[in-house]
């Protein structure tokens, strides 16, 4: 059974479009990220909710939404997208302060 | 940048060899990950060290951790083609529960 999933795997889309990434995780954990890693393989952290709320969110422009429907939920719209934002996009789950589960990632392709 | 540094940036050697990787980060943690991750994939969690643990083993991995240093290290011992990845060290700073990534370092072991 997939620990943490994503949809799509692949997205690829023109400039100025509107996408959006699904993550939901069944391991019952309270905390969820998103993560973006880019060309050159840097990973860095964009946004953690805690049961449901925002925790984090690393001055990522608001282009970028995160929502959270439930604890086992964390999505991510993305509006106007920009050659710069091709990457590809890690959801994870964890309980706070231990290890983190990724899903599979979404590599995101803007043309 | 808080992002952590990882040394070397690629190690190449032969199955059965032992295989070192270093990480140096700049905050105070709570804990210290690594993680790996297989080509186009997404990334495994290897094993956690907590602030005021030094060593760590998990199989063929073994990790310590100097805080006095802000170091880490990971070896993994007696090495399969199968470790081919690239591997992550992971900082989890005191607050807010998030992780801070290295560089990561591209693992090739040959047959």
């Known amino acids: 059974d997939t620990a943490v999933s994503q949809t799509p795997k692949y997205l690829v889309t023109q400039m100025g479009n509107d996408k959006s990434i699904k993550c939901e995780q069944n391991l019952g954990h309270d905390t969820m990220y998103w993560y973006k890693q880019d060309s050159k393989k840097f990973l860095k952290i964009m946004f953690s909710y805690n049961n449901k709320e925002l925790i984090i969110n690393e001055t990522v422009p608001n282009r970028f939404s995160p929502k959270s429907p439930d604890k086992a939920h964390l999505n991510l719209h993305i509006n106007s997208l920009e050659l710069g934002d091709s990457a590809v996009y890690f959801c994870?789950?964890?309980?706070?302060?231990?290890?983190?589960?990724f899903g599979p990632g979404t590599r995101l392709t803007v043309l | 940048s808080q992002q952590g540094e990882e040394d070397p940036q690629a190690l190449s050697i032969q199955e059965g060899e032992n295989a070192t990787m270093n990480c140096s980060y700049k905050t105070s943690i709570n804990n210290l990950q690594w993680y790996r991750q297989n080509s186009g994939r997404g990334l495994v969690h290897l094993i956690l060290i907590r602030s005021n643990e030094r060593e760590k083993h998990s199989g063929r991995l073994r990790v310590t951790l100097d805080t006095s240093k802000k170091s880490s290290s990971l070896l993994i011992t007696a090495s399969r083609a199968a470790d081919t990845a690239s591997y992550f060290c992971a900082t989890a700073p005191l607050d807010p529960d998030k992780l801070i990534f290295g560089t990561g370092t591209r693992l090739q072991v040959f047959p």
């Open positions: 994870a789950s964890s309980q706070r302060l231990n290890e983190q589960f």
